[in-house]
């Protein structure tokens, strides 16, 4: 923050190039937002995916230590994006919202800058993830690698919106203990973690990681033309109602 009050800044359409850099060195100093982001991914990788009999049973053109793999990615990447732009409500409460009226940054950068640096932090959170299965047993087609491992992280915005809407709405002595629990709600509802049947599996259309997990595995899963459409529907629904309610917060909060 000082250095942002008692230098000339260098912009780009408002945006800080700087603030970028302090901003991702504060992030990938936080213990706690990497264990959750780099480490718990792979780790359940690891203990659900790689067993012997997940590595020989095929899913579509791949193999289930594959879809796990995949799966974990998604799951990784949402807890980074998620948690690293829900970091607002710890600044908010310390008055930074406030501050930054008095710095060259516009509030608009400032929302750019937060959803920039947690869409780096899913980027590391898939790459480690990805780099795991390739070395216990993932089986993908060529292209599904590429292709699986671009849609888990661009997918993963609609959770970097998400967090910013948690993150104006919540308090901050509640929004990271509330986050944790309904992330793996929300994923155990989308079939993120396992495959749902029945009414269960209807329901689970509806729920946000469900689109994201769908496409992401649809390189190599193969489902059907209807499934693709309705995750397409999900993922822009859910991206346009988490980006309205954060930019309706967002004002609100900077209004007072």
């Given at each position: 923050m000082t250095t942002l009050e008692t230098r000339p800044a260098r912009t780009v359409g408002g945006f800080q190039p700087a603030f970028l850099g302090l901003e991702l060195r504060r992030t990938l100093r936080d213990k706690r937002t990497l264990i959750f982001a780099l480490v718990m991914p792979p780790l359940f990788f690891i203990i659900f995916g790689t067993t012997s009999a997940n590595r020989t049973e095929s899913v579509g053109s791949g193999n289930v230590t594959g879809y796990v793999m995949v799966s974990m990615a998604v799951?990784?990447?949402?807890?980074a994006t998620t948690t690293g732009a829900a970091r607002v409500s710890v600044e908010r409460a310390a008055g930074w919202s406030r501050q930054?009226?008095?710095t060259p940054l516009q509030p608009l950068a400032y929302i750019a800058t937060k959803i920039a640096v947690a869409m780096v932090l899913g980027l590391l959170s898939v790459t480690v993830?990805?780099?795991a299965g390739a070395f216990l047993g993932a089986q993908l087609p060529a292209s599904a690698w590429v292709s699986c491992f671009l849609l888990a992280w661009i997918g993963s915005l609609v959770f970097a919106a998400f967090g910013l809407f948690v993150g104006y709405l919540l308090p901050a002595e509640n929004v990271m203990q509330l986050l944790g629990v309904s992330l793996a709600l929300l994923s155990f509802a989308g079939g993120l973690f396992m495959p749902?049947?029945?009414w269960f599996d209807?329901?689970?259309k509806v729920?946000?990681?469900n689109g994201i997990a769908t496409l992401a595995r649809a390189p190599f899963a193969e489902p059907s033309a209807a499934g693709v459409v309705l995750a397409i529907v999900n993922v822009l629904a859910w991206a346009a109602i988490f980006t309205i309610g954060s930019a309706v917060l967002f004002r609100r909060d900077t209004a007072r």
């Open positions: 799951y990784g990447a949402l807890l930054l009226r008095l993830v990805f780099v749902l049947h029945g209807t329901v689970s729920v946000p990681t």
